[in-house]
């Protein structure tokens, strides 16, 4: 068996959610069921600029080929304008404006495109739904093309080809119930076939100590935010919750934001920027934390709250964001918020009990292990894959 995985960004170095799952499922089914796997990519880093970091070519990383494709141009300054007019009625733009759109948000990668058409693989899966890749790409696989669509109620989910797409996709995969359920009410998609798969979670070794004297901590308790800092992530929100938190409850609670910095934030004596970390400085952060903030608005999975589980922390989410606050009150395991004073009183009493804070942790790492192993998730993952192989034309 042989799949090829689309995405618009792919390496150890690239921070994403989406990508990452496209590379942890890329991985482990070579390594666990010995599958020919390949990835057709950009030579992007940054999803912003979609500048070409990598160089192109082919590499092996850890048996899966890796085949990256320069960009013919990146994210121009002119998107955002443009794009705003787009979006303030989606369902209304023109097919000619809503292709524009696409090609101005990139990457603008013509080769990839070839290579979606060219290659042999018997299924070719597409991450995510929102960019150029899968857009411009997933209808050229034909009745080969698995879309991982990491599907938010957001305003582009809304542009008319989205329907296209989506409806072009032999079949769908989705981390969480919510994801599936918001899809199919938007799509026409329900004869397609489906799997909530969902990701596993795997901690690594690391040092809290070493970590916390890295960032300049020391012994100071800490909120923890790992992830793009972004208002889109909640970020901004999270920094002036917390600042205003602070005013009211003087002490050394910290709040530590660990990610590539995309947006500037507030400046605040309490609020530490690590930018990008590494991952043992990411387990690190995680073994010495209080308690682990999600403070996004619109997740498909929550690769990084499930992590805080495996590291037995604690989790705070934010009660707007359907598949985070699902996955707090199903496993236990974290408290949401809803506007600030949900927010001050969920850290006050997180803050308060060192007990409270355990018998979370303990809840959401026995849901990590209940739901999401890797080797379970890989079999189903491999079986779904191989029924949709055998009716592929």
Not at 9 to 24: I, N
Not at 284 to 302: K, Q, T, Y
């Amino acid at each position: 068996m042989k799949v090829a995985f689309v995405v618009p960004r792919y390496g150890d170095e690239v921070f994403g959610g989406a990508e990452r799952a496209a590379q942890q499922l890329a991985e482990r089914l070579h390594a666990q069921r010995g599958w020919e796997v390949e990835v057709l990519t950009t030579c992007a880093l940054d999803y912003i600029s979609w500048d070409n970091w990598y160089p192109s070519g082919r590499v092996d990383i850890r048996g899966v080929q890796v085949h990256r494709f320069a960009s013919r141009r990146g994210r121009g300054p002119d998107f955002d304008g443009y794009s705003e007019r787009v979006l303030a009625a989606p369902e209304h733009a023109t097919s000619g404006e809503q292709v524009e759109w696409i090609h101005r948000q990139g990457p603008d990668c013509p080769q990839l495109l070839d290579a979606i058409r060219e290659s042999d693989a018997d299924l070719i899966t597409f991450h995510p739904y929102l960019y150029a890749p899968t857009a411009l790409g997933l209808p050229l696989a034909g009745s080969r093309a698995v879309l991982h669509p990491s599907a938010h109620d957001e305003v582009p989910i809304r542009l008319p080809l989205f329907l296209d797409v989506f409806s072009a996709a032999r079949a769908l995969v989705f981390w969480t119930r919510d994801e599936q359920a918001l899809t199919n009410r938007l799509f026409p998609v329900a004869t397609a076939p489906q799997l909530v798969l969902g990701l596993g979670v795997e901690s690594s070794p690391g040092d809290g100590v070493a970590a916390s004297a890295a960032t300049g901590l020391g012994d100071r308790p800490y909120l923890l935010c790992l992830g793009r800092v972004d208002d889109a992530k909640g970020a901004g929100p999270l920094v002036r919750w917390f600042a205003a938190y602070k005013d009211r409850h003087p002490g050394p609670l910290a709040l530590v934001l660990a990610g590539p910095v995309v947006a500037e934030t507030m400046p605040h004596p309490d609020v530490i920027l690590t930018g990008s970390v590494d991952e043992s400085t990411k387990w690190g952060l995680l073994e010495g934390a209080a308690v682990v903030v999600v403070p996004s608005f619109h997740e498909s999975f929550s690769l990084v709250l499930l992590e805080g589980w495996v590291a037995g922390k604690p989790a705070l989410v934010n009660g707007a964001c359907t598949v985070t606050r699902s996955h707090a009150r199903r496993s236990g395991g974290g408290l949401w918020f809803d506007d600030y004073a949900h927010f001050e009183v969920a850290v006050d009493r997180l803050m308060a009990s060192a007990d409270l804070r355990a018998e979370l942790g303990d809840a959401g790492r026995r849901y990590v292990s209940r739901e999401y192993a890797w080797p379970t998730l890989i079999d189903r993952y491999s079986e779904f894959l191989e029924r949709v192989a055998a009716f592929v034309a």
